[in-house]
């Protein structure tokens, strides 16, 4: 498949050859987001820029491949390593869910291992390619900061303590791995992802649009979040720009509190916000899951994005919920 990023052409450099770019989690929200993104108008923008386009050859690796794409098998965790023969990137973004339920032992153990075994296999097959890419754009997490109030963390933060913390490092290990063959890595550390096909703002709208949407907790717990199509334009921009190595902050440069976030869907979907959800609570629907992902507070800046000249179509929340709605 031959496609055109425009989402972001602005960031893209205009004299490109025709690229090939290799996505894991393919049929996932990102995965399948940032394939629509670089197929959108790829004949007409093609024809209309010449052959120095900067088009790209997707290959799509899954544990559930459609036509045309790579086999991940989950049960060996092995993947088909011509998927990465000659390609000039890799995106991985492939990993177990972990809002899929609620937390336990097993559940845990698939969300490390997912990550960690999964980027191993990853890096395992880039280094069998006769022909190696140039860049491997790595999924992370803003999990990686843990719990730190009010604290502002950027790339420089140390990271934090509890589950989604040691997962996040120990995968961003797994993931630099691959600079042994000379292949830049940057470990995306993405936020709270608004789109209402998935994710977390997806399971808040039923809820906020019947009125019975509110805080969580006390509301003062920071949540550094991304809209979905930004997102996109960062993976690209990632792949784009050599000076983005380690750690990049893949959120928005405004975070909110919960309280804010409450208070903006609400005022976006023209509805009120009077059913608050205390932390008791979160906790006995969704037991240690909820003080992961509900109640913790993570105050992200994307300082690197920001040096390195990438704008936020959607910097601030309002607008961001608007997109997400519409898209």
């Keep these: 498949m031959v496609v055109t990023a425009d989402s972001h ?16 989690g393919a049929s996932g929200l990102v995965g399948s987001a940032l394939i629509r993104t670089l197929s959108k108008d790829s004949s007409s923008s093609a024809s209309a820029a010449g052959p120095n386009s900067g088009s790209w050859s997707v290959r799509g690796i899954s544990r559930k491949p459609r036509s045309g794409e790579f086999l991940w098998d989950a049960a060996s965790n092995q993947i088909d390593a011509a998927a990465f023969e000659g390609a000039d990137a890799v995106v991985h973004l492939a990993g177990e869910n972990i809002a899929g339920g609620r937390w336990n032992a097993a559940l845990k153990q698939r969300i490390q291992d997912s990550r960690v075994l999964g980027t191993r296999a990853v890096c395992a097959a880039i280094g069998k390619a006769t022909r190696r890419p140039s860049v491997l754009v790595a999924a992370s997490a803003i999990g990686f900061y843990g719990d730190r109030h009010d604290e502002e963390l950027d790339e420089n933060s140390a990271a934090g303590s509890g589950f989604l913390a040691d997962v996040c490092q120990a995968w961003e290990e797994e993931a630099r791995a691959v600079t042994q063959f000379g ?14 096909h998935g994710g977390a703002l997806q399971r808040m709208l039923l809820p906020f649009r019947l009125g019975l949407g509110g805080r969580v907790g006390s509301g003062r717990q920071y949540w550094s979040w991304v809209e979905l199509s ?6 690209v921009h990632a792949i784009d720009t050599p000076s983005l190595t380690g750690a990049v902050n893949a959120v928005a440069p405004q975070p909110v509190t919960n309280a804010e976030f409450t208070r903006d869907l609400g005022s976006v979907l023209h509805r009120p916000t009077l059913f608050p959800m205390p932390a008791f609570a979160a906790r006995l629907v969704l037991g240690e899951m909820a003080d992961a992902l509900l109640l913790s507070s993570t105050r992200v800046l994307p300082r690197k994005l920001a040096e390195s000249g990438f704008r936020h179509r959607f910097p601030d929340l309002p607008s961001a919920l608007r997109q997400a709605l519409q898209t």
Excluded at 183 to 196: E, M, N, Y
């Design 9 to 24: 052409s602005s960031q893209v450099s205009p004299n490109r050859r025709q690229r090939t770019i290799v996505v894991t």
């Design 183 to 196: 292949v830049r890595v940057a470990h995306l550390r993405i936020g709270v992802v608004l789109s209402r």
């Design 230 to 235: 930004d997102l996109v334009g960062m993976i």
